[in-house]
């Protein structure tokens, strides 16, 4: 009788040792890359698109990204990553992996197992790797860095009715700033971001607006150049002590704010990259 | 006076030095593998089992061979190998005058196994991924720690299990496509992995076997 009750008991075990394993594995195959910019941290910016070789498909189309998933095709070892930006510039990343498939179950059919990434050129200044093999759920694998430009300043308009604070939102057909003739100031709503000259303590800009009139803003500031730390990147120039020192805008007052796009106020007194807001203008 | 009574209690034991030669070869089969291959359409294979005795120490041997087959709109899978493992049991029930065992032990397991995968597969964004993979001739070796039963039935019948713990999986080169399966270890991106045998034996002796060492 006990002999019986054993072999029931491990019969029982046997079973259950029949039973295939739960489907939980899927593909690892986005990688996660993660923008940012050397001294500064994250970077933000806006895209026109991404385009990868092999595909039609068009990836973050007009997106203000400060990172990205990409795919990996499973057929091919090497792919090229083209993004435009909304400035009109482009860099490539070619990157080149290790793809395998493995059967998992009847269920769950096969997997696409992807590793060994390894950005084999690009037209950034950095690339650094952070985890050669994607992951499920995706994370950062390669973080790809930017020179630093912190020689831009940013003013916002504003208007004030009583205590109520609205944005004022200039209708500008260009902004020629006096030290460069194709001046790239690029407008965000209210907000416009002004190139800053390493060379003078004071760059005037002009404000050339769609009813034809024109203003002037003169900024001072003073400046500091040091080499970069970073081999691959040229002397970086910070401006501090930003001050508006002239101006033909009908404005009630002006206040320093020192502030990122997303709100957050920068203790700092130099200029960033990403640029910041550090003035409003009241009109 | 204390000497006096540890000789004496030293004089009451008896000791019977362990007799290391074999009494008989056990040669089995799994009996899981067999109705599995009768009852699941998607697997074949067959397990042989041997072990011989040295004392209360088992040198046992394993060959096996299985294959397995899927299929489905999307894709199908099969391979085929074989495997063989060798290793020791050490049989913890030393006084039982029918030497029925209940065992601790280990083996070290090769094996050499192909598989083969066919994908139709439409993505999204890259277009169609239809393909064939393979992987031939592949060798694998692992590890088991093993514990189970020997249970004499009658006469010159066995009946026992094995119960494994499987590691330590190391297979050669596969570029294209990870292995699956591998026979005798089982899914292959598992670290460690379960085996179950339930198996039938019979047992030759080999000479009488002598008395079991007993402490009186």
């Not at chain 1, 759920?137 to 020179?147: E, F, G, H, K, Q």
């Not at chain 2, 006469?155 to 294209?176: C, E, H, M, Q």
Request: hydrophobic share 35%.
């Amino acid at each position: 009788m006990k002999k019986v009750t054993w072999f029931v008991f491990l019969s029982i075990i046997a079973i259950s040792c029949l039973n295939e394993p739960d489907c939980y594995q899927l593909d690892n195959d986005e990688i996660g890359l993660v923008f940012s910019v050397m001294e500064f941290g994250e970077d933000i910016d806006t895209l026109r698109d991404i385009r990868i070789s092999s595909t039609e498909s068009v990836f973050y189309p007009n997106t203000i990204i400060s990172a990205v998933l990409l795919p990996l095709n499973p057929n091919l070892d090497e792919l090229e990553y083209i993004f435009q930006w909304e400035n009109g510039s482009i860099d490539t990343l070619l990157l080149r992996y290790k793809s395998q498939i493995q059967y998992v179950s009847e269920d769950c059919g096969q997997r696409y197992v992807f590793n060994n990434l390894n950005p084999v050129s690009s037209s950034f200044d950095s690339v650094r790797i952070v985890n050669a093999s994607p992951g499920y759920p995706a994370s950062t694998n390669l973080v790809i860095y930017r020179c630093a430009k912190p020689d831009v300043g940013g003013v916002r308009f504003k208007r004030k009715e009583g205590t109520t604070e609205s944005d004022s939102v200039l209708t500008v057909s260009a902004v020629v700033a006096d030290f460069i003739t194709d001046t790239q100031v690029k407008q965000v709503g209210p907000s416009f971001y002004l190139p800053l000259n390493k060379s003078a303590d004071t760059t005037t800009f002009e404000f050339k607006m769609a009813d034809g009139d024109v203003e002037n803003l003169s900024l001072s500031y003073r400046r500091l150049t040091r080499k970069s730390p970073i081999q691959d990147c040229e002397s970086v120039t910070f401006f501090s002590r930003i001050k508006i020192v002239a101006t033909s805008f009908d404005t009630t007052s002006t206040r320093f704010i020192n502030t990122a796009p997303s709100g957050s106020v920068i203790k700092s007194t130099n200029t960033r990259d990403p640029a910041i807001i550090n003035f409003d203008i009241f009109l | 006076m204390i000497s006096f009574a540890t000789l004496a209690q030293e004089k009451d034991t008896v000791k019977i030095k362990p007799d290391f030669r074999p009494t008989g070869l056990r040669v089995g089969t799994d009996l899981i593998s067999i109705v599995r291959s009768s009852t699941d359409k998607t697997f074949t294979g067959w397990e042989a089992n041997a072990d011989i005795d040295f004392y209360r120490y088992y040198f046992t041997v394993d060959y096996g061979s299985w294959g397995r087959s899927y299929s489905s709109d999307t894709n199908s899978y099969s391979n085929t190998g074989n495997y063989f493992r060798v290793g020791v049991d050490v049989n913890f029930l030393k006084k039982d005058p029918d030497r029925n065992m209940f065992f601790f032990g280990f083996r070290y397991g090769v094996g050499t196994f192909s598989e083969d995968l066919m994908v139709v597969r439409t993505s999204e964004i890259w277009g169609p991924l239809t393909e064939n993979f393979s992987n031939n001739n592949v060798s694998a070796n692992w590890f088991e720690l093993t514990t189970g039963l020997r249970v004499k039935i009658w006469k010159v019948i066995w009946l026992g299990y094995t119960a494994r713990l499987k590691f330590g999986l190391s297979t050669g080169a596969t570029p294209d496509m990870m292995p699956h399966d591998v026979p005798g270890y089982g899914r292959a991106e598992e670290d460690s992995y379960w085996g179950f045998n339930y198996q039938i034996f019979i047992r030759l002796p080999v000479r009488k076997s002598g008395a079991i060492p007993l402490k009186k």
